[in-house]
C-alpha cells in the first residue's frame, strides 16, 4: 500500500470516529468498544457485547487496506468469561452480521478517512 492510499488521518482520529459511529449501526441494545491497535497503526480494535441473555462477545481486528477498504478479522468469541468454538451456527450467523456492520461503519466513514 503506498502512502497515498492510506486514511489521511491519524489513529486517534480514526479511533475518535469509529467509537462515534459504530454504535449507530449495531442493534440498539448492542454494545461495543473501540480502541486503537497498539501494535498496527493502521488498524483498530472492535469489541461487541451482544444483547439479551447469550453473553457472547466478540473480538475483531479492523485493518485499513487503503482509505476506503478495510479487512476484518474475527480475533476471538467468548460467552461470558468462556472463549467458545465459533463454528456453531448461532455464531457464525452473528460474526457474519457484525462484520457487516463493521463494513457499514467503514462506509459511514469514508468521508473522515478520504479527506
Aim: glycine share 4%.
Amino acid at each position: 500500500m503506498s502512502k497515498s492510499d492510506k486514511p489521511s488521518v491519524d489513529q486517534a482520529e480514526i479511533v475518535k470516529e469509529w467509537m462515534r459511529v459504530m454504535p449507530t449501526v449495531l442493534q440498539p441494545a448492542d454494545q461495543t468498544r473501540v480502541w486503537a491497535d497498539e501494535g498496527d497503526a493502521e488498524a483498530v480494535r472492535v469489541h461487541i457485547m451482544t444483547a439479551g441473555h447469550t453473553g457472547y462477545s466478540f473480538d475483531f481486528k479492523v485493518t485499513y487496506m487503503d482509505a476506503r477498504e478495510v479487512k476484518v478479522e474475527l480475533t476471538d468469541v467468548q460467552q461470558g468469561t468462556t472463549h467458545i468454538d465459533e463454528r456453531s451456527d448461532v455464531v457464525q450467523s452473528l460474526i457474519d452480521d457484525y462484520v457487516r456492520h463493521i463494513h457499514e461503519c467503514a462506509q459511514a466513514l469514508q468521508k473522515v478517512t478520504n479527506a
